[in-house]
């Protein structure tokens, strides 16, 4: 009797898995290659050092000389000395416990005035800036209210503290986001005009938000906001941002007024620059990424909630695709993690999809499996979904769980939402026949999750390779052609694709044939006894 390997059957996708892949930038908005609008991607959970040649990783409480770009547009920011590097701060619980940089107005003589620089940096007609922050103290301003800004000089807010300056000195084409008094400003430069135009709105101190700057060059519109809140705009000068050579983080670029109010006093934990304006889809994606990330309220289109403690604290990797209320979209999101999410179906106006994982250890776990599993792993991901019922597809990178052989992917889903996997079924909550697509990606297409289904991933129990009981080989050599099925009642067989084979009335023994009595292929059997009791059997030949 020779045992006989099953093989997964390999598909070449089409180019929708095979040439195109999700977006891998945060949420799943914009790439990490350089290839796409996302142009600075500052995370403080990645990319920090203590030198500018990236030989020394920061840790809490050293100087960060390097914060890197994750965009792959290669726009690292550093501190142009060691007296003006800010501080890493490791699992701030000012920030859901994920790390930042602290920078320090005027601490002591040796270290004041953090600010951080990149290097160079791409032009842009329109500009969306988010910025991750936590202000400690006031920096100037005049405390002229927002509403009454209008009524006064636009120019009131460079009194403020940069978080995200880009430009130079004067009244140039440049953009700015900052934080005076106890409000955001974002503000431009007009060259032809000579004007700087400005719009502010109320933040507090002592707290963390997420702030969002928008400049469109044909109309001027220049726009700002908080946690999603309504954009507060002013009508600037229509022209491109056409000066923005470099990006300060923590101060405003006119460094030669000698004073410390444009430096920042507080935490910054995350920068994001894109060369264009977001669309409608991509910010309520982007925005729910940064309200899970580090806990924050969202004033509109909070759709996802299982970032909740009370929801499992599913904070981690967070991507989403979906289609606003506007018609835009975005129908592929992959971001830093391992899975990559497509939807099949095409969704109506409104409804959004998400997924995000609890930030538990890829290590592999023998507790809470069905029969037929052989381990799981201790991450597992929820999945959020506003409006009907879609099918999704789920891509893995087979790479980054080496634990489980491509060959035996499994898909384990809590279908009834009752906190347990091991009482999932074959071709319910246990999916076993994805496919293989280009670069290593294992493909599970058309899953029909619902909305709250926690998800994981699994190995099947091994072939049989020898002195096994689960085995048997109905070549008609008179040594275990047959396999018994010992449960009264009835016993359904399906292969590992989940496809049905035979059903027996039990007790009674298979002879390794189909219904239509044609001889079974080898491989593994999944046994479902009286709709429950599960186990399997490899057929060789």
């Known amino acids: 009797m020779k045992l006989v390997k099953h093989n997964i059957s390999v598909l070449f996708l089409s180019s929708i898995f095979m040439n195109l ?9 914009g790439m990490n290659d350089g290839s796409s609008a ?36 290669h726009n690292d920011v550093v501190a142009q000395t060691d007296s003006n590097s800010p501080t890493m ?8 416990d994920q790390n930042a940089l602290r920078f320090f107005r005027d601490q002591n003589s040796m270290n004041r005035r953090n600010y951080l620089v990149s290097k160079s940096f791409s032009k842009t007609n329109d500009i969306t800036i988010y910025c991750v922050f936590h202000a400690l103290s006031k920096a100037g301003g005049n405390g002229i209210t927002p509403l009454q800004a209008k009524k006064y000089d636009n120019n009131m807010w460079y009194g403020g503290a940069g978080l995200v300056d880009g430009g130079a000195p004067g009244l140039v084409n440049d953009v700015s986001l900052a934080f005076c008094d106890t409000s955001i400003a974002a503000g431009v430069g007009d060259s032809t005009t000579g004007t700087d135009y400005c719009v502010k709105t109320p933040v507090s101190l002592s707290k963390t938000y997420f702030s969002c700057l928008e400049k469109e060059a044909w109309t001027g519109m220049l726009r700002i906001g908080q946690n999603n ?40 934990a995350s920068v994001l620059v894109y060369n264009r304006l ?24 909070d759709l996802y909630k299982f970032d909740e403690q009370t929801s499992g604290n599913f904070d981690f990797d967070l991507i989403g695709i979906g289609k606003a209320i506007d018609g835009t979209f975005q129908l592929s999101a992959k971001g830093e993690g391992l899975l990559e999410l497509r939807n099949a179906d095409e ?7 998400f997924i995000g994982h609890d930030g538990k250890s890829l290590g592999t776990f023998t507790n809470d499996i069905p029969e037929g599993i052989q381990f799981r792993l201790g991450r597992t991901w929820v999945y959020s979904k506003n409006g009907g019922t879609r099918k999704v597809d789920l891509s893995i990178d087979a790479k980054e769980i080496p634990t489980i052989d491509p060959y035996s992917f499994a898909l384990l889903i809590d279908t009834d939402n009752d906190g347990s996997f091991a009482d999932e079924k074959i071709g319910e909550g246990m999916l076993v026949h994805p496919e293989l697509a280009s670069q290593g990606h294992i493909v599970f297409c058309g899953v029909p999750l619902l909305h709250g289904n926690r998800f994981t991933f699994a ?21 275990a052609d047959v396999y018994y099925l010992e449960d009264s009642g009835k016993t359904t067989i399906y292969d590992r694709s989940g496809k049905l084979v035979k059903s027996i009335a039990t007790p009674a023994y298979w002879d390794g044939t189909d219904e239509k009595g044609e001889p079974s292929a080898p491989g593994i059997y999944f046994l479902i006894a009286n709709e429950g009791i599960q186990e399997t059997v490899t057929l060789i030949r």
């Open 21 to 29: 892949f999700g977006q891998t930038g945060p949420g799943g908005v």
């Open 229 to 268: 809140s309504t954009r507060v705009s002013y009508q600037a000068g229509a022209q491109p941002i056409n000066n923005s050579e470099r990006y300060f983080i923590g101060s405003n670029s006119d460094l030669s007024q000698g004073k410390t109010t444009p430096f920042f006093d507080g935490y910054i």
């Open 347 to 353: 969704l109506d106006k409104g409804e959004f999809v």
């Open 38 to 73: 996302l142009k600075l991607w500052l995370d403080a959970n990645k990319g920090l050092y203590q030198d500018t040649v990236q030989n020394r990783t920061a840790e809490g409480g050293t100087r960060v000389m390097m914060w890197k770009d994750l965009s792959g547009s």
């Open 89 to 96: 701060v490791v699992a701030s619980p000012l920030l859901n």
């Open 459 to 479: 190995q099947i129990k091994p072939q049989c390779q020898s002195n096994c009981e689960t085995y048997f080989s109905p070549d008609g050599d008179g040594i």
């Open 278 to 301: 977001l669309n409608a889809a991509e910010k309520i994606i982007l925005e729910n990424y940064l309200a899970a990330r580090y806990d924050l309220p969202l004033y509109a289109n």
